[in-house]
């Protein structure tokens, strides 16, 4: 077997992850840090972030201001505490990354350009035209190459994390190119490997978005929180499911059902006025959107197509200057992927499953309830999201609490001894498993593929929009059935050799784990908030619910539901308004 | 029923064969599926073993570059439909040691980017309390186009050059370092200059232009060389003739 040891290990290395390790680095120039990655860094998924990410900045703003529109768009379910540190944060890390080289979109006079965004009184979202996720990513990942002591295991697997005598001290490690199964021993680890999209059919999500570091959390004793709340974005392109920025709507595009009737009026959501008005219409939260479609959809107004009804997102009216100006990447997918023009057409769009509000609770330094674990960005809960994410906070918390996580775990593996010799020997054992349920095992019938996608369809119909408690049965029941299934996967690939056969069979049990906990927690919430709707408890129920959903997982391997207070500290429960 | 179409796959597994193969796999073709959905199409339904990078589908993550019928492309942005009759013969991109059937190593690349600074280089620093560097628009539409690479690679696969003289640096490469010295905030453009000039094959570019051809980003990396080996140029000729201007 072989081990390596290091400080801190970052297992993720994207937006967070890096992040964390810059943060590492910079706190302790001692340590050494190393970044564990089942795709190179740059291919990770905040490269696909669009829009732009939120931080007070104009004269007219506050904290106060942001904090709010992020609780209320939570519908309090936000951890305020946390909020309230991701607020006062938020300015520093974006100008750290604007000195980092981040090409963000300026000003004529050469200070940085905001934009409106759905839920945002306030324009506080930097850009960097709509690109904004790739340039982060970029702009991290070419910065972490000036620190000597940022390692990395680029395409390196992780199965599962180690713990011993209570404390979280390495990973076990596939190194996919060669087969090789290896201990990575460390003092602290961090996750920052993002959410799992991939556990539903339709997602905006990459397609290495499987929730792993979830799963292993899970699995290590560490709770899910909040996990039943899964943001829909309303605007992705049929089939695909690709993303058409919201800033799209930022900048003035409306929504059209098929009688070209900017429909959201009917629902709450403000009157249509030509220009955008913020938290209005268009520039709602993402979740009352995806549930006014459905509404739209279910009367018979919206447009059918073979992937779907769609309804029409129409950006013409913006002209062709801004539109190549402020949102070309919406003109370059819609070209590429769409066949079509929108300059001169409308953009056919539906709501797609695009980011978990919930992961492996945290406090705010991004450490979880197992000591020497970690955890920053998508695959954490913090919570800042609560029940419904806003536009363009997501970007901002990878670097507000990759870096708060960063600083914590290094601090934390200086106080620590080496790592048990004892690990060691658990890392052989997960070897001998990964050949004798997988790469050795002549006796198995189900495909990888036909799981994954069965699983997909159940989580679609079960706990969708909408669920209700008999469609959550029913996906739970399917699921379960699945995991039976699963036991008898064969993979057709026993090579040592760049085994993705072998790599989607991980992902797939870890998205099968996920699908357990958020269809428990989805059962476990009897009211609707946020991105979660119940059908048959259509109300916000702050008496019985104002609480997290806390995921463990059972000595059956069940998942145990329980619930943990919400934090209030200045803003009490109220009124979701938008629109008046 | 849909219309079908040969692809026809390289395959290499090294644990098994000592060179590569083709193996021919009838395919659908909708009108929406690109060349990645075809190869998704043969793991899901007809062989698990075949082994490919992906990731967004979106064409922003850089995974999925791929010889296409010998041209250097995205898989995840190429249309099948675009393609018939065919067949559609898929291969590892050109320039790079085959791992395994279409994943090529990209450790060279990943080496050569690292080496050309490719992040701001500055004296001083200013403190993050003070807020963020002035860049006008103007300033940054300087460096924005080479600041869009998505590190695909599409670029080597088509260098000539590279293919020949591997210690080449590399089109992508240059591109970034001219990304950070066209940057208003950045200082490090002598430090680059001193990196690139140790590398072999600058000069060796006929700026035939292939880079730019095949880049899906519009990055325009032979341009960048183009611009770098003018300054290089008057760099010489000033520490040439005017050895006192040299720091």
Same mark, same amino acid.
Request: include cysteine; aromatic fraction near 8%; hydrophobic fraction near 40%.
């Given at each position: 077997?072989?081990?390596?040891?290091?400080?801190?290990?970052?297992?993720?290395?994207?937006?967070?992850?890096?992040?964390?390790?810059?943060?590492?680095?910079?706190?302790?120039?001692?340590?050494?840090?190393?970044?564990?990655?089942?795709?190179?860094?740059?291919?990770? %998924?905040?490269?696909?972030?669009?829009?732009?990410?939120?931080?007070?900045?104009?004269?007219?703003?506050?904290?106060?201001?942001?904090?709010?529109?992020?609780?209320? #768009?939570?519908?309090?379910?936000?951890?305020?505490?946390?909020?309230?540190?991701?607020?006062?944060?938020?300015?520093?890390?974006?100008?750290?990354?604007?000195?980092? !080289?981040?090409?963000?979109?300026?000003?004529?006079?050469?200070?940085?350009?905001?934009? *409106?965004?759905?839920?945002?009184?306030?324009?506080?979202?930097?850009?960097?035209?709509?690109?904004?996720?790739?340039?982060?990513?970029?702009?991290?990942?070419?910065?972490?190459?000036?620190?000597?002591?940022?390692?990395? /295991?680029?395409?390196?697997?992780?199965?599962?994390?180690?713990?011993? @005598?209570?404390?979280?001290?390495?990973?076990?490690?596939?190194?996919?190119?060669?087969?090789?199964?290896?201990?990575?021993?460390?003092?602290?680890?961090?996750?920052?490997?993002?959410? !799992?999209?991939? =556990?539903?059919?339709?997602?905006?999500?990459?397609?290495?978005?499987?929730?792993?570091?979830?799963?292993?959390? /899970?699995?290590?004793?560490?709770?899910?929180?909040?996990?039943?709340?899964?943001?829909? %974005?309303?605007?992705?392109?049929?089939?695909?499911?690709?993303?058409?920025?919201?800033?799209?709507?930022?900048?003035?595009?409306?929504?059209?059902?098929?009688?070209?009737?900017?429909?959201?009026?009917?629902?709450?959501?403000?009157?249509?006025?030509?220009?955008?008005?913020?938290?209005?219409?268009?520039?709602?939260?993402?979740?009352?959107?995806?549930?006014?479609?459905?509404?739209?959809?279910?009367?018979?107004?919206?447009?059918?197509?073979?992937?779907?009804?769609?309804? %029409?997102?129409?950006?013409?009216?913006?002209?062709?200057?801004?539109?190549?100006?402020?949102?070309?990447?919406?003109?370059?997918?819609?070209?590429?992927?769409?066949?079509?023009?929108?300059?001169?057409?409308?953009?056919?769009?539906?709501?797609?499953?695009?980011?978990?509000?919930?992961?492996?609770?945290?406090?705010?330094?991004?450490?979880?309830?197992?000591?020497?674990?970690?955890?920053?960005?998508?695959?954490?809960?913090?919570?800042?999201?609560?029940?419904?994410?806003? !536009?363009?906070?997501?970007?901002?918390?990878?670097? =507000?609490?990759?870096?708060?996580?960063?600083?914590?775990?290094?601090?934390?593996?200086?106080?620590?001894?080496?790592?048990?010799?004892?690990?060691?020997?658990?890392?052989? @054992?997960?070897?001998?498993?990964?050949?004798?349920?997988?790469?050795?095992?002549?006796?198995?019938?189900?495909?990888?593929?036909?799981?994954?996608?069965?699983?997909?369809?159940?989580?679609?119909?079960?706990?969708?929009?909408?669920?209700?408690?008999?469609?959550?049965?029913?996906?739970?029941?399917? =699921?379960?059935?699945?995991?039976?299934?699963?036991?008898?996967?064969?993979?057709?690939?026993?090579?040592?050799?760049?085994?993705?056969?072998?790599?989607?069979?991980?992902?797939?049990?870890?998205?099968?784990?996920?699908?357990?906990?958020?269809?428990?927690?989805?059962?476990?919430?009897?009211?609707?908030?946020?991105?979660?709707?119940?059908?048959?408890?259509?109300?916000?129920?702050?008496?019985?619910?104002?609480?997290?959903?806390?995921?463990?997982?059972?000595? @059956?391997?069940?998942?145990?539901?329980?619930?943990?207070? =919400?934090?209030?500290?200045?803003?009490?429960?109220?009124?979701?308004?938008?629109?008046? | 029923?849909?219309?079908?179409?040969?692809?026809?796959?390289?395959?290499?597994?090294?644990?098994?064969?000592?060179? *590569?193969?083709?193996?021919?796999?009838?395919?659908?073709?909708?009108?929406?599926?690109?060349?990645?959905? #075809?190869?998704? %199409?043969?793991?899901?339904?007809?062989?698990?073993?075949?082994?490919?990078?992906?990731?967004?589908?979106?064409?922003?993550?850089?995974?999925?570059?791929?010889?296409?019928?010998?041209?250097?492309?995205?898989?995840?942005?190429?249309?099948?439909?675009?393609?018939?009759?065919?067949?559609?013969?898929?291969?590892?991109?050109?320039?790079?040691?085959?791992?395994?059937?279409?994943?090529?190593?990209?450790?060279?690349?990943?080496?050569?980017?690292?080496?050309?600074?490719?992040?701001?280089?500055?004296?001083?620093?200013?403190?993050?309390?003070?807020?963020?560097?002035?860049?006008?628009?103007?300033?940054?539409?300087? /460096?924005?186009?080479?600041?869009?690479?998505?590190?695909?690679?599409?670029?080597?696969?088509?260098?000539?050059?590279?293919?020949?003289? *591997?210690?080449?640096?590399?089109?992508?490469?240059?591109?970034?370092?001219?990304?950070?010295?066209?940057?208003?905030?950045?200082?490090?453009?002598?430090?680059?200059?001193?990196?690139?000039?140790?590398?072999? !094959?600058?000069?060796?570019?006929?700026?035939?232009?292939?880079?730019?051809?095949?880049?899906?980003?519009?990055?325009?990396?032979?341009?960048?060389?183009?611009?770098?080996?003018?300054?290089?140029?008057?760099?010489?000729?000033?520490?040439?003739?005017?050895?006192?201007?040299?720091?």
């Amino acid at each position: 077997m072989d081990t390596r040891v290091h400080d801190v290990l970052l297992v993720g290395g994207g937006g967070a992850g890096l992040r964390a390790a810059i943060a590492v680095a910079e706190t302790n120039p001692g340590l050494s840090v190393a970044v564990v990655s089942k795709v190179y860094p740059m291919r990770s %998924h905040t490269v696909s972030a669009e829009g732009g990410a939120a931080a007070v900045v104009r004269d007219e703003d506050s904290l106060e201001a942001h904090a709010y529109d992020t609780i209320s #768009g939570g519908d309090w379910l936000c951890d305020q505490d946390a909020v309230e540190a991701f607020v006062r944060e938020a300015t520093r890390e974006m100008v750290q990354l604007e000195h980092w !080289g981040c090409p963000w979109s300026r000003q004529p006079d050469g200070r940085i350009a905001t934009r *409106p965004f759905g839920g945002m009184k306030i324009e506080r979202t930097w850009y960097a035209a709509d690109k904004t996720g790739f340039h982060m990513l970029h702009a991290l990942f070419q910065t972490t190459l000036r620190y000597p002591p940022i390692k990395r /295991y680029d395409e390196f697997f992780v199965t599962r994390l180690l713990v011993d @005598d209570g404390r979280c001290q390495g990973v076990v490690a596939l190194e996919v190119a060669t087969g090789k199964v290896q201990a990575l021993l460390a003092k602290a680890v961090i996750l920052c490997s993002g959410g !799992g999209g991939k =556990v539903f059919p339709f997602t905006t999500n990459a397609n290495i978005k499987t929730g792993d570091g979830m799963a292993m959390a /899970y699995q290590s004793g560490a709770p899910l929180k909040d996990m039943e709340f899964v943001q829909y %974005h309303p605007t992705g392109l049929p089939f695909t499911g690709i993303l058409i920025t919201e800033a799209a709507r930022a900048e003035g595009g409306w929504l059209l059902n098929k009688d070209g009737y900017r429909y959201l009026q009917d629902y709450d959501l403000g009157t249509p006025s030509p220009t955008p008005v913020k938290r209005s219409m268009e520039l709602g939260p993402r979740d009352r959107l995806s549930q006014a479609f459905v509404a739209e959809s279910k009367a018979g107004r919206a447009i059918p197509t073979p992937y779907g009804d769609v309804v %029409h997102l129409d950006v013409r009216h913006l002209g062709e200057a801004v539109i190549d100006k402020k949102i070309p990447f919406v003109r370059e997918l819609c070209l590429k992927y769409q066949k079509l023009d929108p300059v001169k057409e409308m953009i056919p769009v539906r709501p797609v499953v695009h980011y978990m509000m919930g992961g492996v609770a945290t406090d705010l330094d991004g450490a979880t309830p197992v000591a020497g674990l970690f955890a920053a960005g998508e695959v954490a809960c913090v919570s800042i999201n609560g029940a419904n994410r806003l !536009g363009s906070n997501s970007l901002t918390e990878l670097l =507000v609490f990759g870096a708060r996580a960063g600083r914590a775990a290094a601090r934390f593996a200086g106080a620590q001894p080496d790592p048990s010799s004892a690990l060691v020997a658990q890392a052989a @054992d997960e070897e001998r498993r990964l050949h004798r349920d997988f790469l050795g095992r002549t006796d198995g019938t189900e495909r990888v593929a036909d799981i994954r996608s069965e699983m997909q369809q159940a989580m679609e119909a079960g706990a969708g929009i909408y669920r209700d408690e008999e469609s959550i049965q029913v996906a739970a029941t399917k =699921v379960a059935a699945l995991r039976q299934r699963f036991r008898r996967v064969a993979l057709q690939d026993s090579s040592r050799t760049f085994n993705t056969e072998l790599v989607s069979a991980l992902e797939l049990s870890n998205l099968l784990d996920l699908a357990e906990v958020i269809l428990a927690s989805a059962a476990a919430r009897r009211e609707s908030r946020g991105a979660h709707q119940r059908t048959d408890f259509p109300e916000r129920d702050d008496e019985g619910f104002l609480a997290h959903t806390m995921a463990r997982q059972g000595e @059956d391997g069940r998942p145990r539901i329980e619930f943990d207070p =919400v934090t209030i500290t200045t803003w009490p429960p109220g009124e979701r308004v938008y629109g008046r | 029923m849909s219309d079908t179409v040969t692809m026809e796959v390289l395959r290499y597994r090294p644990e098994e064969e000592t060179e *590569p193969t083709y193996e021919s796999f009838e395919v659908p073709v909708q009108p929406e599926w690109m060349i990645l959905d #075809g190869l998704n %199409h043969i793991k899901d339904q007809l062989d698990g073993s075949l082994s490919y990078r992906w990731a967004c589908r979106m064409g922003v993550c850089g995974s999925c570059g791929m010889l296409v019928n010998g041209r250097p492309v995205l898989t995840c942005a190429t249309y099948m439909e675009s393609l018939l009759p065919g067949p559609i013969r898929v291969e590892p991109l050109r320039g790079f040691p085959v791992i395994r059937d279409l994943v090529g190593d990209i450790t060279d690349f990943m080496g050569k980017l690292a080496a050309v600074k490719p992040y701001i280089v500055r004296e001083e620093e200013k403190p993050v309390e003070e807020g963020e560097y002035l860049q006008t628009p103007e300033e940054l539409a300087e /460096y924005k186009q080479y600041s869009m690479c998505i590190n695909c690679m599409l670029c080597y696969s088509a260098c000539p050059i590279y293919r020949i003289e *591997p210690d080449f640096i590399g089109p992508a490469a240059i591109a970034l370092a001219q990304r950070y010295n066209l940057d208003s905030r950045d200082e490090g453009a002598q430090e680059r200059m001193d990196v690139l000039s140790q590398h072999a !094959g600058i000069w060796g570019c006929t700026l035939v232009g292939e880079c730019s051809e095949v880049c899906p980003k519009d990055v325009d990396p032979a341009g960048a060389i183009q611009r770098y080996k003018v300054s290089a140029t008057v760099d010489f000729f000033k520490s040439v003739l005017m050895p006192w201007r040299k720091e």
